[in-house]
């Protein structure tokens, strides 16, 4: 692989989020590495992307130890990682519970998925890691704001949100963003609100360029609103216009 190329591995890429933003960075010409749960769905992701750049795809769940042990061997097989973006999780039972009434099976499980197996992707992929690689943690609002039935959820992102920012603190080398995307028009939004018209919600596109900045740039670690930063290079690029 050339050296000037760029590799990212994104999780939890077969739809929404994840599936907006490899659509935008094979476009702009970076390798991907695709994961998700749903195999027809990231098959035909990769057949969609491969027409623009080098995809490999694995259908798992990040939640399985030897899922991202064989995401690993893949990052290995590309020279390494020029970013990381752990964006699979969880939301957790629909309609969402008051947090006495939480199941507590659920709530290990929500745990499970939001905050051990992000961790859990970084320690197999940490030696296939460039100097530099960036690191996204796709997080919420909902991790810093207390919003009725939001507990789980909630907690599960403030965990990982301290994560990462303990991952940025012992690991300078690297550019570490936890990311808050802001509500979207996506499927596990809708989960949150059955039945409900979220039509008002963006799509998840117009967030891309704001990550894609973090990917690309060289913004310092820390905690990042997508839909602010995106108001920010809007005005930039006005001002220089």
Avoid: C, F
Wanted: proline share 7%.
């Amino acid at each position: 692989m050339h050296a000037t190329e760029r590799t990212a591995l994104i999780t939890g890429a077969s739809r929404g989020l994840g599936l907006a933003l490899a659509r935008g960075l094979a476009h702009r010409g970076w390798n991907l590495i695709l994961t998700a749960r749903d195999a027809e769905r990231l098959g035909d992701v990769r057949d969609e992307l491969a027409r623009q750049t080098h995809v490999a795809a694995i259908p798992g769940d990040v939640t399985d130890a030897r899922h991202r042990d064989a995401l690993a061997v893949l990052a290995r097989g590309h020279g390494g990682l020029d970013a990381l973006i752990n964006n699979a999780g969880a939301l957790g039972p629909s309609p969402l519970p008051p947090v006495l009434e939480y199941p507590l099976e659920a709530l290990r499980a929500v745990l499970e998925a939001n905050v051990v197996a992000p961790l859990g992707m970084l320690q197999a992929v940490r030696d296939a890691l460039k100097p530099g690689a960036r690191v996204l943690s796709i997080t919420s609002d909902a991790a810093v704001n207390a919003y009725p039935g939001w507990g789980g959820y909630g907690a599960s992102k403030a965990a990982l949100e301290q994560l990462t920012a303990v991952l940025g603190t012992e690991n300078p080398t690297l550019r570490v963003y936890w990311v808050d995307p802001g509500d979207l028009r996506t499927d596990m939004h809708q989960a949150a609100y059955p039945g409900e018209d979220i039509s008002d919600r963006p799509l998840p596109e117009v967030r891309v360029p704001a990550l894609i900045t973090l990917l690309e740039d060289a913004l310092p670690s820390g905690r990042y609103s997508a839909a602010s930063l995106g108001t920010v290079l809007a005005n930039a690029r006005e001002s220089a216009a």
